[in-house]
């Protein structure tokens, strides 16, 4: 037996095992799992002892190199995948967005022509779909084949991505009917369009008002729709972005009845709350995004959630605009301000603090959560998402005691600023592989620009 590298002495964690083995890997895959594997011919040998070695994360919602609101978002495939491999996730799935009266195709085409060149990890795409004419409806089908298994729609942002019921409900259905998986933006967006022109017009406009006018009921409300059509379709439906408890009881309730509905959160919901809004000046615009955020009350809840399987996942929606010069374009109209923050870089820590360190739940949910549900979910799975003889060999070895403050001095995503700022995490990443190849050694990039593949992903089959 021949390995590449093998990986020594580490605590192997998936979603479902704790075990102290090493890894032989071979090219791209795992080859061998086992004690005292050969390593008189390996290529590299790397102790992982008092490490656990954990399949590489997947982080299901990005937006990398997106162009919104006059702007674009300030990662591309290079900046944003090596900041997310430095926090230990080696996949992402991004939104490609079909704008009206384009085929979705060509959607996918200009997506893939930002990713290839540029991605360090592999990477594949959601479809956001904003019109949705026959021709794409047959398109659906076609994507599908090709591995975009997944749509992302709307049911905010009115004139811009919103849809409405009978053109979800379609798109449901087609997506059913092909084996994909519909990904919700669930806010009942022309409530809080009236909201907002109420209060442009009574004069309120500091970047905090982006947070009140974005009630949670309107995301509540439109969560159980989404679930309720979903219903009617036959289809699955995954909610993005999940940011408070009448949501998330939408999502529970749905699921005790056994339909097939999902959700993510992610950490800006479980970490930040609506008192960040209050920064001094205009700083409240570093925490503007949509869902926006909540009471602080809220972020246990998410929490119980995560442990309890309400929720499945942890994305991060990192979606980063700056805050000179881009986030400043909404300086006197918070609805003028780039929606999305920053935080592709440091979701495996903050999770594991939080989750782990926090006693909320075990470091195999933790796995769970942000790698092996979302690998299930999107299509990825055995290939990604655990550690498996043939699975690829994107492998994280992680310190669970190494200690770090959180600050965009030291952090790696294109973004003058970090939403997480003077937040302290335990958990760290020291060495990440993707498909063999290490990208990350000691706090140091050492991979190529152009390696990451497009990832053809299976068709939905449940968790
Ligand atoms: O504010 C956000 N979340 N920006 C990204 C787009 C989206 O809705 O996910
Ligand atoms: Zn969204
Ligand atoms: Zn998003």
Redesign the pocket.
């Known amino acids: 037996m021949r390995f590449d590298t093998v990986i020594r002495n580490g605590t192997v964690v998936t979603a479902t095992d704790t075990s102290v083995a090493d890894i032989g890997i071979a090219g791209d895959t795992i080859s061998a799992i086992g004690a005292g594997l050969p390593v008189e011919n390996a290529g590299r040998v790397i102790d992982a002892a008092n490490h656990l070695v954990i399949p590489g994360g997947i982080d299901v919602?990005t937006?990398l190199d997106m162009p919104?609101g006059g702007t674009t978002s300030a990662d591309d495939f290079e900046t944003g995948t090596i900041a997310a491999a430095f926090g230990g996730t080696t996949t992402l799935i991004d939104f490609a967005i079909q704008y009206k009266g384009q085929a979705l195709r060509q959607a996918f085409d200009t997506w893939m022509q930002k990713a290839q060149p540029k991605a360090v990890t592999d990477y594949a795409f959601h479809c956001i779909i904003t019109d949705l004419g026959s021709a794409q409806l047959e398109e659906m089908g076609q994507l599908v084949r090709e591995g975009v298994t997944s749509f992302k729609l709307?049911m905010?942002y009115p004139g811009v991505f919103m849809l409405d019921d009978a053109t979800i409900f379609r798109a449901m259905r087609q997506a059913a009917k092909h084996s994909g998986l519909i990904c919700m933006?669930a806010e009942n967006g022309g409530a809080i369009d009236v909201i907002v022109q109420q209060a442009l017009a009574d004069g309120k406009r500091a970047p905090k008002y982006h947070a009140l006018t974005r009630p949670t009921t309107a995301e509540a409300e439109a969560t159980g729709r989404a679930i309720a059509l979903a219903e009617m379709a036959g289809a699955p439906v995954y909610i993005?972005?999940l940011s408070c408890n009448e949501a998330l009881e939408k999502v529970r309730e749905a699921r005790d009845r056994g339909l097939p509905a999902y959700a993510e959160t992610c950490p800006q919901y479980l970490y930040l709350s609506l008192e960040n809004m209050d920064a001094p000046g205009f700083e409240g615009a570093k925490y503007?995004?949509?869902p926006p955020l909540r009471e602080k009350w809220h972020q246990e809840k998410l929490w119980q959630g995560l442990a309890r399987d309400t929720l499945q996942v942890v994305s991060t929606?990192h979606?980063p605009f700056c805050f000179k010069e881009q986030k400043e374009m909404g300086k006197d109209d918070f609805t003028k301000i780039p929606?999305?923050?920053p935080g592709i870089e440091h979701r495996l820590s903050l999770i594991y603090t939080g989750g782990v360190h926090g006693k909320r739940f075990s470091a195999n949910r933790f796995v769970e959560i942000v790698s092996t549900a979302p690998a299930k979910l999107f299509g990825l799975y055995p290939r990604k998402g655990t550690i498996a003889v043939g699975s690829d060999a994107d492998l994280v070895i992680f310190n669970p005691e190494q200690e770090e403050t959180i600050s965009a001095k030291t952090h790696h995503m294109r973004v003058d600023y970090s939403m997480f700022e003077g937040i302290r995490i335990k958990g760290m990443p020291r060495t990440v592989l993707s498909r063999g190849r290490t990208v990350i050694e000691s706090g140091k990039f050492v991979g190529r620009p152009g390696s990451g593949q497009f990832l053809r992903r299976q068709t939905y089959s449940g968790l």
């Open positions: 919602h937006h919104f709307f905010a933006h993005v972005h503007v995004f949509t929606d979606c929606n999305g923050g």
